[in-house]
């Protein structure tokens, strides 16, 4: 239990005291109310005695009396009514809160930090008031009237007269049957006559003489002269008196309820001041009784015999606003405003005097006669006190002539029954504390009574046997607590009385938590809990709570529990404040526990219960906190919770309509996840027109690909400014999220959009419905062109002209789901832009589901969705920038950047591009070359100018060269859409070649070391506002198959320079998947023979195997080879060596066809000429028209290839570094065996597509060493001799032929050459290959041969008979002049020099 200001030696003695009947004549009680009190309120606050009394016990000795108190008050006829009872009790506890800013105690139990009132200030109060509107019963005698007080006024008529009569109504009132109410303790009531003069009005002279007729006449122990008022009311009140009296009257007791003609305090029922509110459990039991205004029936009056219990703790929520009626009438009222300190010792004095010489030697003698006449009636010669407890013990039934009325409660018994003697006894001497004597009393009577089976009588006499067995002085015996169960048990079980069974639990409780049995108080105070009333169980339950955590090790837990046990009983009893409070201090422990759902209930309850307080905020806080909390309710009951929420935050934000707008605490907000993106929505793909892709929210954010736009950014960055990257260059961003880097402010551009994309997520069950959805900015408009004289106006939200906001009129998240909205700002002017949050009104979907019986409002909204209430709030966008790593500080401590993503910087406007892409394919062969167009718009108001395009693979695409002015413009112009340049051909001249040149200047490519940044040829290279311009682009298919994304990148600039953004850029990835088409191998050898126009040996043959490897699901495809074109800077193809009838080359699927073509070196001047980038075009064809291949786009995409080709090479150096002239050997003898020609290939599929295949002669590898093959070829050697010789073997036997071998340095340096004419093996499978022949003449040369020096050797070979020679035995070796090693030609790729020889 709560610490209590009394303790329990303090508490019972104040709790029983002697009664003191007051009857006054209507003259004394006018006076007495001229300060708004009655007599017995007058009296009160001076009823404790301040000094100690002494009186004689029976056997003489004398007894000490401490701290006595009287009660007085008027008399009641009828007893209190217990509906009437239990509405005072329920005002006196919600009167009874804790005070403001108390300081709580804090206690530490386990890991538990709690706050809880110390005192309970509610439960005195209860318990006080309960004690004394217990109505007197017949069992008991405590609360009886001992004496009686007869006032009168001195200024009245016959004032002795008025004593009289006075008199006689007591006399009439104790003895008539008529009043069975109130009950007196003995017949014969003192009566004590009080004469009372108003000092400030009445004749003094008049009253002492009065008071002197009475003392005549009723002897002067028996009278008493009060004066009182010695000042007017009305008189300005220079001093200051106390008013001791509020304290009483606030308590409300039973005594001052009663109601007088002309008093303001006629209390009524209020029958319908609280009628909207509905009784919790369905019992409506208002006090509907009116209460009469007369004295002699009491407002609290009841009819017996229709509560045979005389219980008065039925279920006890009246919903009263009686407190507050009482307070009305208490407040503005001075109590005593006609008394002065004076008056205040007079009165004090008067209570001495009438306790001392009244009322305690009454009691006095009324112990002694009943000890008397117990002893005398059981005819013992010594007094009760020191008699033995056997003389007690055989007290027989009283004889059948008593009334033998045997009910729940045993029998009763009349008012002279020696047993009640006992009781009466033993009741005088617990009131003038005497608890020894006291306690042998209740035990005597308590088995006297238990003999009879009077079970009423004797839990009575136990109760009170218990108690002063404790109250004892020296505590002779222990608290002999199961007389108390007995008793509460008897009370409660038998006599169905609860009233007197929670007085013994009230009063053993508090005994138990004085000898810290708290365990025991506990269960006690538990086991009077029950349905009959709610405010009793709660103020239990609550004082259990306390028990449980006031123990040696607290139970945290327990007292929780019983703490939300109480709330919930306080909030059946009405009390919702002292409910509010159970829960909360409950709270404290569930908390953070885990334990959610017990958190939701609680969070709930003290929403409602706040609710119903008008503690708007609190309840908004508690209800809060059941949504945002991971809840693990049901969907139904999240669903109560919401409209509950909704409810209660509509009911605040009507409080202040003005104010600001609320935060909501649903749907949650990923703050970090919040992108921004600036622009216009991508327009769709119309027809054959494709936007380009550019960037968007849909897109996923990609590390490697924004790595590679960047790097495609800076590239053509560092191109528009001479190779070098500015150093405040920053890459364009249109698209913020967590990835970007968000350090600076980000720049938007006036008139165009700005996206935010905010993701939601409901954690509920239960769908939301957010409404008229938008963005909450400020807006700072500023002029960035350097004047800043103009002064700085700060705008707030919602002006349209500067800032437009879009609004989302309903936008729905299903239950546990995240969702994300994207809303848009539209500026129209420049400045600093702040976007701060999001506002919407948040309500859910009406269901046809009602939750706890909540049906739902009928929706008032028009929409998809019919919402069932809705509350308009805010949520911020706060984003915490990322941790901070850089210095040793900001590793060593936790820090963040700034993250200024929600805080654009609006700029002056900008040209905007679109592009479009028409037939742009999706599909393409491998090497297949498409015609399409791209179209450049200019959707802004400013003209742009400098568009380039950046790919990563410039091969890809090509815009024509600067000679394309002979390709149509649009696509509708061309007739045949043909993708070449062509020219009809004569059919003669299809097996030579037809040679055209030209220089990689003229496509554009040379431009700087950045093949990839390719400018747009725009008409006069600006595009104006709204302008568009359609040019025609070639695309050719990659040679590898599968999927291939290509990023162009289009870069503007405006043509007016802005300060803030120097450059736009827009993206564009195309996906293109290529399917196998040909497969190509090209190998050249060296020709033998010698006879080109020169003689100079520069020929060879060219070997072409083409193989159809497409494998199309569609069909067969079938593909034409039409044209086979070189390009090369030293080669040109000459012929087509194998043509076959068939004109067109016809290759089904999975075909080879095998082409073989000549060769021959270019002519010098050719080459020459403008300079060596000069490349030679030779086409040689098989269709009926010539495809000029060295115009655009074939000759444009050969110069795609080589440069990419070229950077591949660069972007892989050598790593090898070996000795400087072995280097530069390995270079010279690699030269002569490279071919540098590259072969084109033109092939068409039936139907109309143009195709193109480029093919490199395979080079052998580049090695450190050069490899046998590479130095093999250093000479080139040929035979010359006649094809068949004819000589007459009959007249000369041997035969001689003359042969010339042709020796040709291929490479630029000096060779050393051996030629070696001994036959190589002798094994006769060699024999009769060459057939055997013979070398005349040196069987070995040694030449040296100067740089690409031809050299002719005379050799003789001698036959001696007729046959098929080979001559090719020659061997020659040869090496460099500087180096040491010697290889041997390589002749096995010549063809074997056969000679016939004939006899003649």
Known sequence: MAQCVQSVQELIPDSFVPCVAALCSDEAERLTRRNHLSFAELLKPFSRLTSEVHMRDPNNQLHIIKNLKIAVSNIITQPPQPGAIRKLLNDVVSASQPAEGLVANVITAGDYDLNISATTPWFESYRETF???????????????????????????????????????????????????????????????????????????????????????????????????????????????????????????????????????????????????????????????????????????????????????????????????????????????????????????????????????????????????????????????????????????????????????????????????????????????????????????????????????????????????FLQPGAPRPYPAHYMDTAIQTYRDICKNMVLAERCVLLSAEILKSQSKYSEAAALLIRLTSEDSDLRSALLLEQAAHCFINMKSPMVRKYAFHMILAGHRFSKAGQKKHALRCYCQAMQVYKGKGWSLAEDHINFTIGRQSYTLRQLDNAVSAFRHILINESKQSAPQQGAFLREYLYVYKNVSQLSPDGPLPQLPLPYINSSATRLFFGHDRRPADGEKQAATHISLDQEYDSESSQQWRELEEQVVAVVNKGVIPSNFHPIQYCLNSYSDNSRFPLAVVEEPITVEVAFRNPLKVPLLLTDLSLLWKFQPKDFSGMDNEEVKELVTGEPKMIGTEVVSEFLINSEESKVARLKLFPHHIGELHILGVVYNLGTIQGSVTVDGIGALPGCHTGKYSSSMSVRGRQDLEIQGPRLNNTKEEKTSIKYGPDRRLDPIITEEMPLLEVFFIHFPTGLLCGEIRKAYVEFVNVSKCPLTGLKVVSKRPEFFTFGGNTAVLTPLSPSASENCSAYKTVVTESTSMCTALISSASSLDFGIGIGSQPEVIPVPLPDTVLLPGASVQLPMWLRGPDEEGVHEINFLFYYESVKKQPKIRHRILRHTAVICTSRSLNVRATVCRSNSLEDEEGRGGNMLVFVDVENINTSEAGVKEFHIVQVSSSSKHWKLQKSVNLSENKDAKLASREKGKFCFKAVRCKEKEAVTQSSEKYTFADIIFGNEQIVSSASPCADFFHRSLSSELKKSRAQPSVHKVKQSLEDAVRVIQKCSEVDLNIVILWKEPPEMELLKFVRPENTTVSSRPSVEQLSSLIKTSLHYPESFNHPFHQKSLCFVPVTLLLSNCSKADVDVIVDLRHKTTSPEALEIHGSFTWLGQTQYKLQLKSQEIHSLQLKACFVHTGVYNLGTPRVFAKLSDQVTVFETNQQNSMPALIIINNV
Not at 196 to 223: I, N, P
Not at 359 to 369: A, M, V
Not at 415 to 427: F, G, S, T
Request: glycine share 4%.
């Open 131 to 469: 004690l004394q509107s217990m109505p007197a019963s017949d069992h008991e005698f405590l609360n009886h009237y001992l004496a009686c007080m007869l006032v009168a006024s001195s200024s009245e008529a016959e004032p002795v007269e008025q004593f009289s009569k006075l008199s006689q109504e007591q006399h009439r009132i104790q003895h008539n049957s008529d009043y069975s109410y109130p009950k007196w303790f003995i017949p014969n009531t003192l009566k004590y006559y009080v004469l009372l003069h108003d000092v400030s009005a009445g004749d003094e002279q008049r009253a002492d003489s009065v008071y002197e007729e009475m003392k005549q006449k009723y002897g002067t122990q028996c009278c008493y002269l009060l004066k009182i008022n010695s000042r007017t009311s009305n008189r300005a009140s220079d001093e200051q008196i106390p008013d001791p009296w509020s304290q009483y009257l606030q308590k409300n007791s039973i005594q001052n309820q009663e109601s007088y003609e002309d008093g303001p305090y006629a209390i009524t029922a209020n029958k319908n001041s609280d009628s909207n509110l509905f009784s919790l459990d369905g019992l409506d039991n208002e006090v509907k009784d009116g209460l009469p205004n007369n004295f002699r029936t009491h407002s609290l009056q009841l009819d017996q015999s229709s509560d045979p219990s005389n219980s008065f703790d039925g279920p006890d929520h009246v919903k009263s606003s009686s407190s507050h009626e009482t307070k009305k009438t208490n407040t503005g009222i001075i109590h005593g405003a006609c008394l002065t300190l004076t008056d205040h010792d007079r009165i004090r004095q008067f209570i001495q005097e009438f306790t001392f010489r009244g009322l305690l030697p009454h009691i006095e003698k009324t112990i002694r006669q009943l000890n008397d006449q117990l002893i005398s009636r059981k005819g013992l010669s010594r007094s009760l006190f020191s008699a033995t407890k056997k003389w007690f013990s055989g007290s027989k039934v009283p004889e059948k002539s008593i009334n033998e009325l045997k009910n729940t409660s045993g029998l009763l018994y009349p008012p002279e029954a020696p047993e009640l003697q006992i009781r009466k006894m033993a009741d005088l001497c617990f009131l003038v504390q005497h608890y020894d004597l006291a306690y042998s009393c209740y035990h005597t009577a308590k088995k006297d009574f238990l003999n009879d089976q009077a079970m009423l009588y004797a839990a009575g006499a136990l109760e009170m046997a218990a108690v002063s067995a």
